[in-house]
């Protein structure tokens, strides 16, 4: 059972930096259990806001109904006690709200819902979409502002009309004018976070457009820089977020640009990196090759980024 109210879990999952852990495979690419609850404790232990399982960082495009129900119900048990837990629930709308059903009864303190799955739609069926799956749980619901299903200023503001239970709009697209938008229409009825890819690239900008926190997939393999970042940002401090893009979020991002779907592969190769393998990407993703992962291994290590290794030490 939720151990937070709708309302309770947008208060706290605004002002805290946010993460999508990874779902760790074995060798046959079969999803790792005693690895995962590995990872969701060491996550939970630094501080983050929420964690959401089963996103896009989380593969949760690439597991079964049995794996994303398991993947949820495992993170519920591992973190649930000391960090609010969200579950990612896509596909079609039966889809989405069998899954949402399924995360609440694991004990989910609220759900990240993804664009329907490969149809175009206009604004009436993503209202009716989102209608169906928040109808269906009584626990906090996020929209994710994204590919097919992008959400007019006035649809969001009809959903949070009807719906308590519906608590936040997170975007990755990045159309100022569209957020401004969205904002001026709902203002602080929402919470607003922030999904571009590597998304500390836009946190300073978008925290003026009332985007109080993001969802950080580097936060995976190097925490405690991205907690720092975080801070910096809310801290409105330009000089040390500027100093952090430079020595490694920006040359991060020309690694991970290489190849296509490297935005989560590259964050597997950086658990490698540290000392804390959760095995391989499935296909349609492909690993860092050898030299991209000895590329990402020295940037960390030059950068000073380590985790429980700070920038001073590492360049003294």
């Known amino acids: 059972m939720a151990q937070y109210t709708p309302s309770e879990l947008a208060t706290t999952l605004k002002d805290g930096l946010l993460s999508f852990p990874v779902t760790p ?76 059903r399924a995360a609440e009864a694991a004990g989910a303190e609220g759900l990240l819902l993804l664009p329907p799955y490969l149809t175009e739609c206009d604004q009436a069926g993503l209202a009716a979409h989102v209608d169906a799956v928040t109808s269906a749980v009584g626990i906090g619901v996020i929209v994710y502002n994204r590919a097919n299903a992008r959400y007019a200023a006035q649809t969001v503001a009809g959903l949070a009309e009807r719906h308590g ?16 938008k969205v904002y001026a229409a709902n203002g602080d009825r929402l919470f607003y976070l922030g999904g571009l890819p590597t998304a500390e690239t836009f946190a300073l900008p978008l925290l003026q457009l009332g985007m109080s926190t993001y969802s950080s997939a580097m936060y995976n393999f190097v925490p405690e820089f991205a907690l720092e970042f975080y801070r910096d940002v809310r801290n409105q401090d330009r000089d040390a977020v500027t100093e952090k893009l430079n020595r490694f979020v920006l040359p991060y991002i020309d690694i991970r640009d290489r190849i296509k779907g490297y935005g989560v592969s590259i964050v597997k190769g950086g658990l490698k990196a540290v000392g804390r393998d959760v095995g391989s990407v499935r296909p349609p993703l492909q690993d860092l090759s050898e030299q991209d992962l000895a590329d990402l291994a020295d940037l960390i290590s030059r950068a000073g980024v380590s985790p429980n290794v700070s920038a001073a030490a590492a360049r003294a």
């Open 25 to 100: 495979f074995d060798a046959d690419l079969a999803l790792d259990e005693a690895k995962y609850r590995e990872h969701l404790a060491w996550q939970a232990s630094f501080g983050v806001a929420g964690l959401f399982a089963a996103g896009g960082t989380g593969e949760g495009f690439s597991l079964t109904q049995p794996e994303l129900e398991r993947t949820v119900a495992i993170a519920v048990e591992e973190a649930g006690s000391i960090v609010p837990v969200l579950a990612s629930v896509g596909g079609s709308t039966a889809q989405a709200v069998a899954s949402a």
């Open 165 to 180: 239970n519906f608590i936040g709009f997170k975007d990755g697209v990045g159309d100022i004018e569209h957020l401004t």
